[in-house]
């Protein structure tokens, strides 16, 4: 998917998550829980790469992680709340089957804010699924060359675009604040990429990152 209609999914996106909440009311029935909601997930980030690289050719192969997260929900009534995840995860690149063969291009630290609108179908309920869309902003920071390398620098352009999830809320008890969640997101994430490859020249690459997110962990509501 190119920047471009990325950017546009993710004003769509933010745009709808924008008229949810401002439609919803602060009513609350489902056994008179609070609107705050807190959940830490273990979560594994597996990028579904692939990129365009000049002059080189070739693509790109990008790390699997797994990272803590944190993540803040606010109802604005029992179905519909916001949800902001929280998290950095570290990623090691390698420009594959380019015509300098593959070239290891160190690691990055992706920052990647993400703010979703979702719907749940259950509130109160023991099992409570709900799906969610909005929109996500990276930022890459401590970009790491490898430690012998003919390249001088490389620098990440901040990526936009929508994002999707769902997941589920299993409560240890009906009267529990305390629960267990599943959640599976999809980003859509993309950076422009420039290599000062010393005397081999510039090098540029259009990489799509576009990550699923499956995380596991525990919550509560207050």
Known sequence: MKFSKIVAGAALT????????????????????????????????????????????????????VVPELDITYFFNDNISAELILGVTKHNVVAVGTALGDVELGSTWLLPPTLTAQYHFAPGAAFN??????ANLTLFFSN??????????????????????????????????????????????????????????????????DPWLFG????RRF
């Open 129 to 134: 699924p709900y799906i969610g869309v909005g």
């Open 216 to 219: 596991v962990g525990f919550g």
């Open 14 to 65: 933010t745009s709808l998550m924008s008229s949810a909440l401002m439609s919803s009311t602060a009513a609350f029935a489902a056994d008179d829980e609070g609107p705050w909601q807190f959940r830490l997930r273990a979560v594994v980030v597996s990028p579904n790469e692939s990129a365009t690289i000049q002059p080189i050719g070739g693509d790109v192969d990008i790390s699997t992680s």
């Open 144 to 209: 790491s060359l490898p430690d012998v390398t003919p390249l001088v620098n490389i620098d990440y352009d901040a990526s936009i675009g929508p994002a999707i999830q769902a997941g589920v809320d299993i409560k240890f008890d009906k009267d529990s604040d305390w629960f267990f969640n599943i959640d599976v997101k999809k980003i859509w994430m993309n950076t422009d990429v420039t290599i000062d490859a010393g005397g081999l020249g510039m090098v540029t690459a259009d990489v799509d990152i």
